[in-house]
């Protein structure tokens, strides 16, 4: 008789988030679907309050289309476009750098540290001081907090106040992590979140919103996310239309007020998964020193990458890369993005080994134990 086929356990399962806070979400959307008012509403006014209340350090949120559109509106609010550079990194979602491209601005890829895999301070350090040649002056720098992680932060906010750069935190993956006490998205010039089903933080469909404890820019940004509109139908300067829906907005209340419940049981999660690894071949994911981590993703390095997936998925586990292909080296930006001196060697290195396990707060006591037992296994 041939043994029963386990249930494979997802590596990201958003309709789980859905169904824990099923009856709110669902009172929430008839709540807005019957006031009758779909775009910039009530809900969108109370949620950017409710946000940044919850980031606290006298932030203003605004609320938007998807998190892409979080960065390219930050990067216009600078006047950040044609003929300026934007340093960031290429092991990041690739949303990124199309939002830099997205206004007209070029591009500059670093290197990673390959414990933490966000940028490498030292080299962020070097190319302000020697930017590669050719390039149009760097006007921002964007760090990606990945896999809810915080940056080396720390260095790179003090290279870019020496040289008056602002420093755009990416803050897609690290919903409610802190660096020194500090919740990320409340430390540089602005921050983008991305509000993507999967995130710590998810909306029901797309959304994104940006932070910033700069009254006035915060204003702009307002203003240019409709038309540039501060007077209907006026518009006072260029704009674009990138709005967060009255519905989706409802939704995000509602889980905001599970985050920090959903990121203490991804912390647990991480836990038993450190534990399971304990004296095996496979290291648990490095701890930024000073920082809390939020476990957007739990992310493993191994080289026999292939093999390690199959194991794992014949224990009905299943696993993600995030991300197999660094932007530099995919077909839509090889050999035309810019990179820095370190030519994105470690970036490309942990490309080929990076494997994330199932991580969301509603994996089960019994369906953690199944991965640990897997993972002891390896």
């Known amino acids: 008789m041939n043994a029963p086929t386990l249930a494979m356990i997802p590596q990201a399962d958003p309709g789980a988030g859905y169904r824990a806070q099923k009856a709110e979400i669902d009172a929430a959307v008839q709540r807005a679907l019957e006031s009758g008012w779909y775009i910039l509403g009530r809900e969108g006014a ?54 830099i491209e997205m206004v007209g601005a070029t591009p500059l890829l670093l290197d990673i540290d390959p414990d933490t895999y966000t940028m490498d301070p030292d080299e962020l350090v070097s190319v302000l001081d020697h930017p590669p040649p050719g390039l149009p002056p760097i006007k921002a720098v964007i760090p990606v907090h990945l896999y809810g992680q915080a940056c080396d932060l720390v260095p790179m906010l003090a290279a870019c106040a020496a040289r008056g750069i602002p420093l755009i935190e990416d803050c897609a993956q690290c919903h409610g992590a802190t660096l020194d006490g500090r919740k990320l998205g409340t430390l540089g010039t602005a921050a983008a979140f991305s509000l993507y089903p999967t995130k710590n933080l998810g909306a029901l469909g797309d959304g994104g919103v940006l932070a910033t404890a700069d009254a006035d820019l915060a204003g702009r940004i307002g203003a240019i996310r409709q038309y540039g509109w501060k007077e209907r139908y006026i518009s006072a300067m260029v704009g674009v239309n990138s709005r967060l829906d009255e519905v989706q907005a409802a939704i995000l209340r509602v889980k905001l007020t599970a985050l920090d419940a959903g990121n203490a049981r991804r912390r647990a999660i991480a836990a038993a998964y450190d534990a399971a690894l304990a004296g095996g071949p496979i290291a648990p994911p490095a701890r930024r020193p000073g920082a809390e981590h939020v476990f957007h993703q739990y992310v493993l390095r191994c080289e026999g990458r292939a093999a390690v997936q199959a194991a794992l998925k014949a224990q009905g586990v299943g696993t993600g890369i995030h991300y197999p292909v660094p932007v530099h080296l995919q077909p839509a930006y090889r050999d035309r993005t810019p990179l820095g001196p370190a030519g994105c060697a470690e970036t490309a290195r942990a490309a080929e080994e990076v494997l994330s396990l199932p991580m969301y707060p509603e994996l089960t006591d019994a369906q953690v134990e199944r991965i640990c037992a897997a993972l002891r296994g390896l």
């Open 46 to 99: 109370a949620f950017e309050q409710e946000f940044a209340a919850w980031l606290g350090a006298g932030q203003h949120a605004v609320g938007c289309a998807n998190g892409t559109d979080a960065i390219a509106l930050i990067l216009r609010g600078l006047g950040i476009g044609p003929g300026m550079t934007v340093v960031t990194v290429s092991h990041t979602a690739v949303a990124t750098v199309a939002a």
